[in-house]
Structures are given as structure tokens and as C-alpha cells.
């Protein structure tokens, strides 16, 4: 038993990290805001050249042959950054699928282009009426039709682009002419596994993402100034903080958790993906909150960053399952096991 | 990051399962607070510590088996999984004979150690006071030298297990002049010394589980003094650091009581959703303390001293056991207004009432708090 | 309009007050306590001496003839001191629905005697296998069976005394035996009105309850020292009891609205009478959890006086409906409505 | 106690009612963002004016109806019921014109109060600063005397309505040596005088409610000033009392956002008893701020100043109202990513946004607390 990430998982994240303070600061992010459903993801090719987009694939299709686990932190990374790409669903939820029920002709075409950073790809929750995110701008999509998985190109997309909240999501309605050829498989594992990876690696993103909220906010009460004194020294402010700190830990520990069972294929991984979703969600939408409420106005403000990382925040908390209905789908399964 | 046992701790859990399967009692023991429970949790004891199971995270050179927190938990998990009874000298394994081992001399380990193993004298703890509360350094329970022994005069309260126990390890203050941190003595008192008086607490919840203990003029030997005279403080944090090596509050504990809770859940509501999506956060919670502690055994099974988590730990599963038991109650519907645990399935009453109190004892939730504020945000101090 | 009470209402319950603080201090609680199932109720007829028993009893049956407003702020005092009395079920449920539903002959007999303070009454929810507090003591009680409500001499009930946590409930699992000699009425409003004047005059009870812990709280607060000053210093500790006094003004205004409608049989009665038990009750749980926290220790002993409060706290809250259930009541009106 | 209509607030509502149905415009005007907008506003103010219902709390000399607290709520009641626009003078009915009825001399009411009414001038209000926050009475925009003039250089932020204002009023320093709540001075200023500067504040949710103000070396008649120099802490204290009489955040308000809320509850979740017991609790909460509001109005009629009450109602109206808005969310589901109004029913995005500046504005949600700690609970000020 051993509860930690090794050494090479820490200097990946650490590289991550270091790459995207230097290449995607919020002003950086807010110019790619501005282009809007325009935008053509070149920090994801950069990303990939450190190797986060092919670390699920195999060394056979140009990627390093990874577990989740390994990728924990660095999705952790993207989430503190707002990393505007749809990062689960290409990095994760589709070298897992494809690897895992993808016939090797697919895997063959798709798996080195998504470790190469050049293809972004999509999930479709339904075949008809989808609201996806990048529904309009990904190079291929996974869409979900009953049990089946399919894989479709852009020319048998029909995109209509809604403007949404997060100018991250370039969200599109969207209906997919689907048939045998875009047929990857009727196995419904791989449903389960979209659900599952998407949810754990959003997770991983979430719990990031609390981390910049906590510390934009805990340097904010350190340095605002009222009735003379820090805003750090109000026992209400910094027990709210507390709050939320401790609720990140709680998830970040659901989180690890989840990663490693995706990673080895446990019997557990669905439940655990869960709930690491779940605890994100509900950490990040206190932290948002708090992280609002102890900004004061500032916060509301399109010139004040943290309306970049709430924005985020909330459509992340949507992503693979809100808490509720993640919650209510665990306690069906304890009270039907009894 | 690997979750699966090394065979090395594999194969202990099958010999602790094995073992505990073959010599847990069948049937509950007594409660220790009667003469014959007393005398059953004694002999389980003395099972135990014949097996060398007694104190499992104790150094194999003081009778332990000197298991690592990985191994200690695994222990705890298959015992609680078997049904065994509660440990009875939960204070003395856990506090005191740790605290023992990293402060005590050889005298004083030779003398107390091997007693506190086979259950021969049962401890309990004399920290908090009427007048201290939260703040346990303004303490004011006297120990004045007088030749080679401490006489004691003051008042402890909230000692548990102290209707039957032999020893009493307490704070007393022995230099009224020094700042409140400072001028503090951690010091063994025989519980049977005259001028020992121990009055039982009645509770709001009918049941009497705390006692007040009153010292008039009690002689105490210096050679019982733990570390050095006015630095008990110091030893006091030592024994509380090494709280957490107990079997209670685990992540184990908590899914049990969830399972109960989910039995009392009426057909009819089986498919409410809002049933469920308490009860599937429920246990996302759980999950979360048990990963929680995962991670701090794996810090301290690499040698490290975690920080911050005892605090975060202790917040998180007061609160979440409270509305665990919240809903227990709600589901029992017009049953949660008996009294008696054996006509109230679970006797969720009296536990929601205990959990409560975990909401105040071993630092109440606000000073965790704080704890957490100042040394995990680094926050100031203040207000 | 006019929200508030006029000055014989305000005397009434300042009469009540010091008859209360008087002869019913926490010590004569006690004394009652350990009397348990075997009390007798003195201290009821004391304050049907003052006229509370007899309030809403018309003066042709020994009563002032008043509305439940007229009551509203002697309930307050009543479960300010906790009384052990089923005092809504007395002087507020039974004259309301005896005058209202009871045949002359009926009201001659019962209505004089429970102005007197001689006729303590219990109500049950249903015939069979009723959790009844005072169902064992109760010299008649109100049985409702489907829409029919029926009154019912000791001589009729089957009785098996319960150990309640609150010992002022002085419980007991009762069978009744029902035929047309003990039926008061079929007419459904009957059964209506049980609910909602027992739920007003609850909710009036624990309004007075929450002012106690509240007042209690506060100056433990104010007195208690830690770490050099008063606990009332301590910003995140202040504002957990501003939270309860916030819920209790709401519950309170609630309350005197509910008292209001009743008396006046306004149609909205029964939805006023839900939303003001629901809000006293929630009110009671916040403030009993903080006076319990805030108190320390010292609160969870017998000797201290303030699980006196908290258990008849726990009791009221589910007397009459718990506030989940009658949200949801209130809730599914709403939702049917549109 | 009687909660029924006096007979003449019956024949007031019935007359606001009968006048409303026959002049309330039937399309929605434009926003008074925009230059129509801002002319179709004008022009139904214009038309209140002449019906003399333009302040109906205002006293009759100076153009209002001279309506109780009570008949005022009957008043705004009708308006909302009756689906008329939100009124464009608010900071002038309910702050600025009331403060000067209360603090003003003759001239100064001469000079503003029927423009007020008439919308011939709107206004605005200049109290927050960036550096402020919380702690308003930390304001730094200088005002210097100089002959019959004051020369005001600072900044002002969260001013609604500025883009179309025509009067600002004021909280300036003007002795900088005063203790913090002295030497500040209550000021009128023209929007339109050389060195006002009013710059937009684009918002997280995409819109532009509020602008910054920046005041460069602008002179002030020494007139404009509002009760005494260095006198203005207390008469803005008046202007914030007054605030109360605002059509704003009224129980009907919430009823109706409820009401929204409702229609979006799609069939198959209506019987789902969490939803329907998050429903009924709303609508307890919102009667609940309806009788704590009618027990202020009523001590208001009868001549008494409420203390505490307008603290009490902001804390529960604000927190409330985003739980209903987070409902309404999770009832939109997929939708309440989408920006645009338009495609969002409702709007609730941006709402939920702006109800969550609710918790901070006014007096944040804090201040509040403290507030009630302080003068309700009588508990001391401090940490």
C-alpha cells in the first residue's frame, strides 16, 4: 500500500506546471477568450509535445504507454491553469477508448494524431439535440447512441454554436449522422468507461482548479486591508477558507483515489469516479463561492481574474455528472445491494 | 501509487483474520462498567496480549509487534470487521504508553509498560478542567514539590473509563508563575492514592460515560513525573500526536454505521432520490476520510510527520457523523423518540448525542479551525 | 393592517411570564422529571387559574372566549419554560375543535372542564398502535381515524407507557375502541383543523423555546472566558448565534401570522400554519445545535440545565408534523397548483 | 393584530390598481441603457408624476402622497403585480430626495425635489470606494474648500445608473485629520461638471450594470452640501435608512422568481418530494420575509424606528434568493450554461450573478452579522 505519487508522476507535473505559468497566464487566456469559437488550441499542441496528450497512449501509437495515475497531477495542472481545450475528453476519455474496444485500424489512425496534439476530439452524450462542448471545432467525436460508441467525423456533424457563459467551452448543438461506419462498438463497457475516465480526469481538473481558488483567495485576505486591519485576521473569513481547504483535500484524496482505479481497471473504478466528481464539484462550487464572497466586488469584475477560473469552474462542475445525480447513483447502488 | 497489499501485509491480514475468527467471543461482552463485563473485556484483553496482539504499533522491545500505520491500520479494520469487543485500555495504548516509550525513562517503562499490555492496570486521562475548556493550557489543577514527591490538589472532568482504571495520566501546574504553556507537569497518578475522589457525570442522554475527578492533597512520587518537571506541555503534545494510532472513528466505523443506516430505510422510500443522493454523499464522504487517512499513513509510514490532517481528519468526520445520524433518526421516524436502546433500533438517539459532544471534545471543531487556518493557509493569528 | 399584539395580549403573556419564572423554574422541572409518568399536572391547573386553558373557550362554557392571537405570546411563555403540560393539545386543539365539530351536549360536558384546568387532553393520529405523549394519563383524548375525529375516555384506551428521551412527553403506544358513542364528527375539516391548530400552537411553543436558548446561549457567551476574554469576542462564535436569532425572528413572524389566520379561520390557515411549524422547528434544531456547541462541555450534563430545553426541543419538533414533511406538503400544493 | 385592508388602504389599492391597468404600457420597454429606452422611461415616469403617484412616500409638500410605511408596500405591491417598469429614479425617490427632505434646506429642496419626481433629472449615488470596501467610512475622495467652492479630486466604484445620470450624490473627506467617521461631508455633485469621469465596469456575467467615477479637481458650489460640513457620515446614515422604502426585494418579488422557478420544474421531477420540499421551503422562507417586513412597517406607522430589522431582512432576502436561483439552475439543466437571456429562460445565469453580489453589496453579508451581534444580541464588538 502506498498512497503517493512516484517520482517521475511529481517532475511531469512539476514540468507541466511550469510550462503553462510561462505559456498560459490569464492574460494569455483572456486573448483566447476574444477569439472565441474561432480559437485554434495551440497550447494544446504545446502540451503535447510534453507529452500530456499521448500519456494514455500506447508506445506502439507515439504515446509514452501511461496509466491515469500518471496523468493526476498534470490534469491538476490544467485545471489550475483554465486550460480552454476539452483536455478529459482528448487525453483521456478517447486514448482509453479507443485502446480499450477500438478496432486497430482506428487505433491506428486516431491514436498518433491525438498524441501528437493534433486532433482534438469531443464527447457526445446523445446522438441528437447534444449539447457539446467544442461540438463545432473538434476534429472527431465520441458519441454515446444507447450502448453503442461511435466515432464521427466533422463532415457528418450538423453544429449549431450557442454562445454559453464560458467562452472555454465553444458549446454547439449538435446531431450526428451516425452508422455501421462510424460504429466503434456496441460493448457497453465503453459507455460505462466515458463516464467513468470522464469523470475522474474532470475530477483531477476541479481539484486543481480549488487550489488556485484557495490561493487567489487566501493572498487576497492577506493583503486587503479593512478596519485597519488584514481581511486574514476576521475569524469568519479564514474559517470560511478553512472550509473549503479542507473540502479540496477531501476530493484531491477521492481523486487519487479514482485515477488509480481507473489506471488499473479496478471493479470499483465507477464508484470511485463518482464520488472523486462529485467532491470536486461540490469543492469547487464552495470555493467559487467563497472565493467570491471574500474578493467583495473586485470579484465581479471582468478586469479581476477570478471570474476566468469561476467561469471554469461551473462548467467544469456540469462535466461528466453534477454532484446530485452522481450522489443519488451511488446511494441506488448501496440501497439495491442490500 | 500502488493500493494492493505487499504480500508482507497480506499475509498478516490473513493471520489476524484467522486468528481473530478463532477467538473473538461469540457473544457481546458486558459493558466494562459492570463487575462481570469488566472481568470479560479483561480476559479478551489478556487473549490478546498472550497472541501479541495487544498493542500491535508498539516497538517489538516493549511487547509490541511493532507494526508500521499501514499494517496498524489493516490490524484495526480486520478487528473491527470480526466484531470484537471495544479495546478497554484504549487510553493507555494509545496515549499513554506511547508517550511512555518517547519520553518515559527505563524505570518508568519497566514499571508501567508490560502492566498496561495485559490489561493488569487500566489508565485514563486527566487533561481537561471545568475552567479550561478549549483553551487546555489554563489548566489549574496544582502540583507544589514538596521533598521527593508532588502533592496535588485540583479537579479534572470528562475522564473517561476512570470508574475502573488504576492510573491516571494528568497535567497538573507546577510553576503558577511561569507563562500558562510553560510551568506544566505531566505526571502518572496512582488512582487509588488517598484524596483521589472520582464522581460520575450524569449526562443529558441518561448515561453516565464521563466522570469528574477530584485531587485533595494527593502524594505523588516524583520518580512519576514524565520528562521534566515543567515541560509537561511538551509531553502532553507528544501523547496527543499519537492519539490518532487508535481503532475508533476510522473510515470502517463510519461504513458500518452508514450500512445501519441504510437498514432503517423503509421500503417505501427505497427509491427516493433524495434518500439516495444522501446516502451516495454519505458515503462519498467516507471515502473521502478513508483516503484522507491513507494518505497520512503513507506520509507516516515513510518517516514523515504529517501535519495538519489529525485536525482536518477530526472536522470531517464529526460533521459528516452527525448527519449520518441525522438521517438514522429521520428514518426511524416516531422510534427516535424512545429512550432505550432496546426499543430504539441502533440506539441512534444516545449516539447522535455522543456524536454531538465529538463536535467539542479532543479540541472542539472551532479550534480545529483555527489549527488548520493558521498552520495549513497560513493565516494569522487574531481576531 | 396591524402586525402586532394589542395591549391585553401583551399583559396576558407578561401575567404568564412571571406566574412561569415563579412557579416553574428549571429545579421544579426536575422534580416533575422524576416524577415521570406519574405526574399530575398541578401546575396546569395554576395557569388555567390565569385564564390559558379557558382562552379559546367561549364564556357560555367558563372560557374568555378568545382567538388564537390572543394566545400566541402565552404559548411563547409556555415553551419558554418548557412546560411539561400537552398544552397545545389542551387549550388550543380541543377547544377548537370541540366548539368548532361537537355536538352541544359534548361541548357542555368537556369545554368547562378543560377551562377549569380539570381535563388534560392527549390527541392521537390514528386508532391503533398511536405514539401518543400523555396517551396513558390524558383524561380524554382526540382520535382521529381517516376523516372521522373521535373522543375518547381513559375506560376505552389500551395503553402501554413508553421510556420517551423527553420525559415531559410521558409517552405511551395506544389502541382505542371507536364507535358511534365516541364519534364528535365526520366532516375532513375536523381532521384539517387538528393539524393546523396543533401546528400554530407548536410553533408557537418553540418559538418561546428558542428565545430561552437563545438568551441562555448568549450569556454563556457573554460570561465564559477562553484564551483571556469572553467567548462573545470571538467573531465566527457571535455569528453562529446571530444565525439562530435570524431564524427565530422568522420563525416568530411566521408564527403570529399563523396564529392570526387560524383564529380568524382564514383559508390560508393551513399553509400558514405548516410554513410557521416548519420554520420553529428548523429555528429549534439550528439553536439547540448551537447552544450546545457554544455551551461546551457543561451542556451535555444533567446538571446543567440546558438539556431541560433541548429535549422538549426535540419533542415539539416533530409534534405536529417534522419540517421536512411539511415543506413538502407546502411544496407539492405549490407544484399542483401551476 | 388585523391583517385586513383599512377601508381607505382597500380604496387606495383599488384606485392604484384601476390606474395602473389603464396606464401601465403593454409592451416591455426598451433598456434605459439605450437612448429609447432611457426616453420610454422618462415618459412613464412622466406619467406616474402627473398622476401624482411619482412618491407616493414622499410628504405631500414636497409633491408625494404623504403615504404610511404600509399603504407605500400596498403601492409597490400593485406595481409589481401589475407588470409596470422598474422605476429609473430609484436612488432619487428612495435616497437622495428623502435625505434631502430630512437634511436639506429650503433652497436645496426647492432646487431638486420636483425634478426628482419629474425625472427631469436623474440620480445617482457616490458613496462606495475601491479601497473601501466594508469599511466605507475608510473613503479617500478629497474635497477642499476653496472660497464658496469645494474641489473634489478620488474615485468612486458600483455606481448604478451613472451612464445616464444627472446628479451624483456624495460622500467626500473633507478634514482628513478627523477622526474616520468625521470630516466627511455629504455633497450633490452635477454629473455633467468639467473633470467627472464615468467609466463602465464590464462584468464577470458579460454586462455593464455599474460604472467607476472619477472626480478630477471638479468644483462643487459650496451649497450642494447636505446638512453641515464634515457633517455627512450622519446624513448619509439618514439616506441609508431611507433606503428601505425601495420597490425592491419586496416578498412579491421573490414570489414571482419562485413562481418562475416552478414553471421550469419539468413533469417528471414535480413529484420528486426533494424538489417539492425545497418548494414549500422557499415559500416558507419568502412568508417569512413577508411578516418580518410587515412587523417593520407596522412599528414604521405607529412612529417607531425599527433598529435592527433592515440588517436582519438583507441577510435573509440575499441568501435566500441564491438558493432559489441555484434551484432554478438545476432545473434548467443543459441551459444554464447558455449566456444569452435569449436562449436561457429567464435569465438565471445572470441573475444568479447578480444576487450573489447581493451577499456583498449594501453592507456585505458579514457586516450584517456583526451589525445584529452587536446592537440585537448586544455582544461585544471585537475580534
Known amino acids: 500500500m502506498d498512497f503517493e505519487f512516484d517520482e517521475d508522476q511529481v517532475a511531469f507535473g512539476a514540468a507541466v506546471r511550469r510550462f503553462l505559468d510561462a505559456k498560459l497566464p490569464p492574460s494569455r487566456l483572456r486573448t483566447i477568450w476574444d477569439e472565441g469559437q474561432g480559437y485554434r488550441h495551440e497550447v494544446w499542441r504545446e502540451l503535447a509535445g510534453l507529452g500530456v496528450a499521448g500519456s494514455l497512449v500506447d508506445e506502439a501509437h507515439g504515446g509514452s504507454g501511461g496509466r491515469l495515475t500518471d496523468l493526476v497531477l498534470v490534469l491538476g495542472e490544467l485545471g489550475t491553469h483554465a486550460v480552454p481545450e476539452p483536455a478529459v475528453e482528448t487525453a483521456v476519455v478517447a486514448p482509453l477508448v479507443l485502446s480499450g474496444f477500438g478496432a486497430p485500424a482506428l487505433q491506428q489512425e486516431w491514436l498518433p494524431q491525438i498524441a501528437a496534439g493534433d486532433t482534438i476530439v469531443a464527447v457526445a452524450a446523445r446522438p441528437e439535440g447534444a449539447r457539446v462542448p467544442d461540438g463545432a471545432t473538434a476534429d472527431v467525436t465520441l458519441v454515446r447512441s444507447g450502448h453503442e460508441v461511435h466515432l464521427v467525423r466533422p463532415q457528418r456533424v450538423t453544429a449549431r454554436p450557442l454562445a454559453g457563459a464560458d467562452p472555454s467551452r465553444r458549446l454547439a448543438e449538435c446531431d450526428y449522422r451516425l452508422d455501421d461506419s462510424t460504429l466503434v462498438t456496441v460493448d457497453p463497457a465503453a459507455s460505462l468507461l466515458i463516464d467513468t475516465a470522464g469523470a475522474a480526469g474532470t475530477a483531477a481538473l476541479l481539484v486543481g482548479l480549488c487550489d488556485r481558488l484557495v490561493d487567489l483567495t487566501r493572498e487576497h485576505l492577506l493583503t486587503r486591508q479593512q478596519f485597519g486591519r488584514p481581511l486574514a485576521e476576521f475569524q469568519v473569513l479564514k474559517h470560511r477558507l478553512v472550509d473549503v481547504a479542507v473540502a479540496v483535500e477531501a476530493a484531491r484524496s477521492l481523486t487519487w483515489n479514482a485515477g488509480y482505479r481507473v489506471g488499473v481497471g479496478d471493479p470499483g473504478a465507477a464508484m470511485a469516479a463518482r464520488a472523486a466528481k462529485a467532491a470536486a464539484s461540490e469543492a469547487a462550487s464552495r470555493a467559487g463561492a467563497a472565493a467570491l464572497q471574500l474578493h467583495g466586488g473586485i470579484g465581479f469584475t471582468w478586469e479581476h481574474d477570478l471570474h476566468l477560473w469561476l467561469q471554469r469552474a461551473m462548467s467544469w462542475e456540469r462535466s461528466f455528472g453534477i454532484a446530485r445525480e452522481l450522489r443519488a447513483q451511488m446511494g441506488a447502488e448501496l440501497l439495491e445491494a442490500k | ?383
Not at chain 2, 473510515?251 to 434518500?275: K, N, Q, S, T, Y
Open chain 2, 1 to 383: 501509487m500502488d493500493l494492493t497489499l505487499t504480500p508482507d501485509q497480506a499475509s498478516f491480514q490473513d493471520e489476524v483474520r484467522t486468528w481473530l475468527r478463532a477467538h473473538v467471543p461469540t457473544e457481546r461482552l458486558a459493558s466494562p462498567g459492570t463487575p462481570e463485563g469488566l472481568e470479560q473485556h479483561r480476559s479478551w484483553e489478556r487473549t490478546m496480549f498472550e497472541a501479541g496482539l495487544a498493542a500491535v504499533h508498539w516497538p517489538r522491545e516493549h511487547g509490541g509487534r511493532g507494526l508500521g500505520p499501514i499494517e496498524t491500520s489493516i490490524f484495526y479494520d480486520e478487528y473491527l470487521a470480526a466484531g470484537a469487543p471495544d479495546r478497554l485500555n484504549r487510553l493507555a495504548l494509545g496515549l499513554a504508553g506511547p508517550t511512555l516509550i518517547e519520553c518515559g525513562d527505563e524505570a518508568q517503562r519497566e514499571r508501567w509498560l508490560s502492566n498496561m499490555l495485559s490489561c493488569d492496570e487500566i489508565w485514563c486521562q486527566g487533561f481537561s478542567e471545568p475552567g479550561a475548556g478549549s483553551d487546555l493550557a489554563s489548566l489549574r489543577t496544582r502540583g507544589v514539590v514538596d521533598g521527593d514527591r508532588l502533592r496535588v490538589d485540583g479537579q479534572k472532568i470528562w475522564t473517561s473509563h476512570s470508574q475502573f482504571a488504576d492510573w491516571i495520566f494528568a497535567l497538573v501546574r507546577t510553576d503558577p508563575e511561569a507563562p500558562k504553556h510553560r510551568g506544566i507537569t505531566f505526571v502518572m497518578i496512582d488512582r487509588h492514592s488517598p484524596g483521589v475522589d472520582v464522581r460520575p457525570i450524569r449526562q443529558m442522554n441518561h448515561s453516565s460515560s464521563f466522570a469528574e475527578v477530584y485531587f485533595d492533597d494527593v502524594e505523588v512520587p516524583l520518580e512519576n513525573v514524565v520528562g521534566e518537571l515543567n515541560d509537561g506541555w511538551r509531553v502532553a503534545m507528544v501523547a496527543l500526536t499519537n492519539e490518532r494510532s487508535s481503532n475508533l472513528n476510522t473510515a470502517a466505523h463510519f461504513e458500518r454505521l452508514l450500512g445501519e443506516v441504510i437498514d432503517l430505510v423503509p421500503p417505501e422510500r427505497r427509491r427516493d432520490p433524495r434518500i439516495a443522493a444522501e446516502i451516495g454523499r454519505f458515503h462519498e464522504e467516507i471515502e473521502a476520510y478513508r483516503y484522507l487517512t491513507l494518505r497520512t499513513l503513507t506520509e507516516l509510514s515513510k518517516g514523515r510527520r504529517p501535519g495538519i490532517q489529525s485536525s482536518m481528519g477530526k472536522l470531517w468526520w464529526s460533521e459528516m457523523q452527525t448527519r449520518i445520524h441525522e438521517l438514522g433518526l429521520e428514518m426511524l421516524g416516531d422510534d427516535a423518540e424512545l429512550l432505550d436502546p432496546a426499543d430504539a433500533p441502533g440506539g441512534f438517539v444516545h449516539r447522535y448525542w455522543l456524536g454531538r459532544a465529538a463536535h467539542i471534545y479532543a479540541g472542539s471543531n472551532e479550534i480545529q479551525r483555527n489549527i488548520i487556518a493558521e498552520r495549513w493557509l497560513g493565516l494569522p493569528k487574531g481576531r
